[in-house]
């Protein structure tokens, strides 16, 4: 039987502490490396930093050193919608794109080596690629749906078997992952709810063992208020900077945070409550200001966006969405998302406030601060962190896609 660990607080009972002080800093840097621990009476080890006190910064490389990505007509090279990436144990680098319905892989040069798979309905093959893992032994499960499934292959390309949910997923799983033992996380959205702008939805998380068989619920989290408005009243949306809860996992850990308060909780390959991460946070009060620069720079995109008779048919559910009919939250969330690193790191994408710059938080396997990032302007979307690396997808001018890696470079860890 799986615990439930997430569905209770952890006991005010406190039986240890351990209070850690980097020496030969700033003033600020000391408060922020400050990592106060404590554990638990259920041996949970709750950590405590203040980022905000510190300059500790993670950067990237000028430039990339792989990148793939051609717009010459070879369509070994050609990217349509990159929909998943992951490095391999010897430096190359396994793409899906949605519009081969293959895995492609490339040598650490960026030299095509071979592809796998293809689309149709048969073992192998896809009828609509969703994200990938890259498990030990270069293992490949690579998501497809609908119904949600996964294709399975090794790291020389031949197929290894088909994992189909049961019960099934009609759409794809709303986070998660693959962990290394071959059992997946997936998320469930609960259509039954109350759509008044006021009700959270549920994501109800499992866990679902190598075969594919759901071995049990895993816990339940808030997902965000729907509702309608008077001027569209069939289209349903959030209310303005609401929060939503976000899973990702990988290795031995899965990593959740709600995006209502500065905390990501950790769970081991067993489902145990580990480790809970928390931080101080900026002030999060969101203000008349704030939502007029919002609706601004929204209704700016739209008008720069050219939709043609798209933006015709869609008239009201886009001015909806900008609209003073639609409620707003009271504080900014905490997080965007989370992703749990190659390396066991977690990184917190920071909530992108209105003309804001957002960024990451980075935070040692043991929870400790590690540095903040800002948003890689060339990056239009991180796919995996590593020790020393990030790998993602980037567009060009005339809308080419290509997969980039760029160097990751980061502060000495905490002490």
Do not use: K
């Amino acid at each position: 039987m799986i615990p439930q660990p997430l569905r209770r607080r952890s006991s005010p009972l406190l039986i240890g502490a351990i209070c850690t002080i980097a020496a030969g800093l700033r003033p600020g840097e000391v408060e922020a490396q400050r990592a106060r621990s404590v554990v638990d009476s259920a041996g949970v080890s709750i950590v405590t930093s203040d980022p905000f006190a510190a300059d500790r910064r993670c950067a990237v490389g000028e430039a990339p050193f792989f990148s793939v990505g051609d717009a010459l007509g070879n369509e070994r090279y050609e990217f349509y919608r990159l929909r998943g990436m992951a490095r391999l144990s010897d430096g190359s680098v396994a793409v899906i794109d949605r519009r081969d319905q293959r895995v492609r892989i490339f040598n650490q040069n960026g030299e095509f080596v071979r592809s796998m798979g293809g689309r149709g309905e048969g073992p192998g093959e896809f009828r609509n690629p969703w994200f990938m893992w890259a498990l030990p032994g270069d293992t490949l499960w690579v998501g497809d749906y609908r119904p949600q499934r996964f294709n399975v292959f090794s790291r020389d390309g031949e197929f290894v078997r088909l994992v189909t949910l049961n019960p099934p997923y009609p759409n794809p799983s709303r986070g998660g992952g693959v962990l290394s033992n071959g059992t997946s996380i997936n998320l469930r959205e609960d259509r039954e709810r109350e759509r008044d702008f006021r009700t959270p939805g549920r994501l109800r998380v499992e866990v679902h063992g190598p075969d594919g068989t759901r071995l049990a619920p895993l816990l339940t989290l808030d997902g965000r208020r729907m509702g309608s408005v008077e001027s569209a009243p069939n289209f349903y949306f959030a209310p303005l900077f609401d929060a939503g809860s976000d899973v990702d996992a990988g290795g031995t850990t899965v990593a959740v945070t709600t995006g209502r308060d500065p905390e990501v909780r950790i769970l081991d390959e067993q489902f145990r409550l580990r480790r809970i991460i928390r931080w101080s946070e900026e002030e999060r009060d969101v203000t008349r200001a704030d939502v007029r620069t919002w609706r601004e720079e929204y209704r700016r995109e739209q008008r720069e966006r050219d939709l043609g008779d798209f933006a015709a048919t869609l008239g009201p559910e886009i001015e909806a969405l900008a609209s003073d009919e639609r409620p707003v939250a009271d504080l900014f969330p905490t997080a965007a998302s989370v992703m749990v690193a190659r390396d066991g790191r977690i990184w917190v994408r920071r909530y992108p406030r209105p003309r804001q710059t957002t960024g990451w938080l980075a935070f040692e396997p043991d929870g400790r601060f590690l540095c903040h990032m800002e948003e890689v302007s060339d990056l239009e979307d991180i796919h995996e962190f590593g020790v020393d690396y990030v790998l993602g997808s980037s567009r060009d001018a005339i809308d080419i896609e290509s997969v980039v890696m760029y160097e990751l470079i980061t502060p000495d860890p905490p002490r």
